[in-house]
């Protein structure tokens, strides 16, 4: 089968929401190369092989590549997806050259190529990732299995956010906690908080897609009595005022009431697999769609409560903490890899 393969030329900094504007534009799927040089710094504290080969893009660039059905208009699709990567400036995310070409490919070329270089994983003291087309046997008897099939949803473990977001649940989660995951993606994060020990996990998302994805993990992993999946976000959730469109199809949500609402389920805690509120929220998303709903957060933590944060780049850092400082939060963990950062907070 043949497909038209568009690849834009961006920075890893803006690659998240350009992927997000491909799939919006139509793409039946979505690769991303990163630079390979040798001066990049890797995390190899649990043993973590890194076998994908070099390549010769710049540091802290990448290539991104959008697969559109032969007969889409890829004039259309160039017009709406370049105007949009040159807006990320106006949220304070640097697109680079930002050049886009396309050219017709066969499928067998990119459908599974990319799977020879996704290998099991150990990403903490306990977790090892493991691709579902990959045979893997555990090392010891603590170690916890996550068995992901990615599909078109981000989260492979393999992205430093991902992996830091999984340590840091590793860290807090003791046992019998309720969690919430705000844009789930596959689910890795979700199906990674319950085998730790929490009592019960919501994933959220957006994208259709992510949710069809993630349930599907959350089925590999055998975990459905524990891990509730659903389309939606965090401010729909609570039932506040300014709730965002689900079609919109993007992680945008608008905050609204004060730190010390209450919060209150919508449809009933029987339709969410917790109750409001809850001990632990995760959400690995970009830096500028954080900070837009950390009072919600706050709303849907117990006192005490622990949020989790990633996806937040490193020039981003500040601007995340002072969001969660002006909600209410302590900041508790700051930890890093790569470029990204991830904050641990506790609700005051």
């Known amino acids: 089968m043949l497909w038209q393969e568009l690849t834009i030329h961006t920075t890893e900094e803006a690659q998240e929401m350009i992927s997000n504007f491909l799939v919006e534009a139509g793409a039946g799927g979505v690769s991303i190369e990163e630079s390979g040089t040798l001066s990049k710094v890797r995390d190899t504290r649990y043993g973590e092989l890194y076998d994908e080969p070099l390549n010769d893009i710049p ?25 949009r990567i040159l807006e990320l400036r106006d949220y304070g995310i640097e697109p680079g050259r930002a050049e886009l070409s396309w050219k017709t490919v066969d499928e067998e070329e990119w459908s599974h190529a990319w799977k020879a270089y996704f290998k099991p994983l150990r990403v903490s003291e306990t977790l090892t990732i493991q691709p579902v087309w990959e045979e893997y046997e555990p090392l010891s008897p603590d170690e916890k299995i996550i068995r992901i099939d990615p599909g078109m949803a981000f989260g492979t473990g393999t992205h430093p956010t991902t992996a830091l977001c999984l340590r840091a649940l590793e860290k807090v989660i003791a046992g019998g906690e309720e969690v919430i995951d705000v844009g789930t993606g596959s689910g890795i994060l979700a199906v990674g908080a319950k085998l730790l020990g929490a009592r019960s996990v919501l994933a959220l998302d957006l994208d259709p897609v992510a949710v069809l994805s993630a349930a599907d993990n959350v089925r590999l992993n055998g975990l459905e009595s524990g891990i509730t999946v659903k389309e939606s976000d965090l401010l729909s ?52 769609i954080l900070v837009l709903f950390t009072d919600d957060v706050y709303r849907a933590l117990q006192p005490g409560g622990i949020y989790i944060t990633s996806g937040i780049y490193k020039d981003k850092e500040r601007l995340v903490a002072d969001a969660l400082e002006k909600s209410g939060f302590d900041i508790l963990e700051v930890a890093k890899e790569e470029d990204w950062v991830a904050i641990t907070a506790g609700k005051r």
């Open 237 to 288: 959730l609570l039932g506040g005022e300014g709730a965002s469109d689900t079609a919109a199809g993007a992680m945008w949500p608008t905050a609204r009431g004060s730190a010390s609402d209450e919060a209150e389920p919508a449809g009933g805690a029987e339709d969410l697999g917790v109750t409001l509120p809850v001990n632990i929220v995760v959400a690995n998303i970009l830096a500028e």
């Open 59 to 83: 540091e802290g660039e990448a290539v991104i590549k959008g697969y559109f059905a032969l007969e889409a208009d890829m004039n259309a699709a160039v017009a709406e997806i370049g105007p």
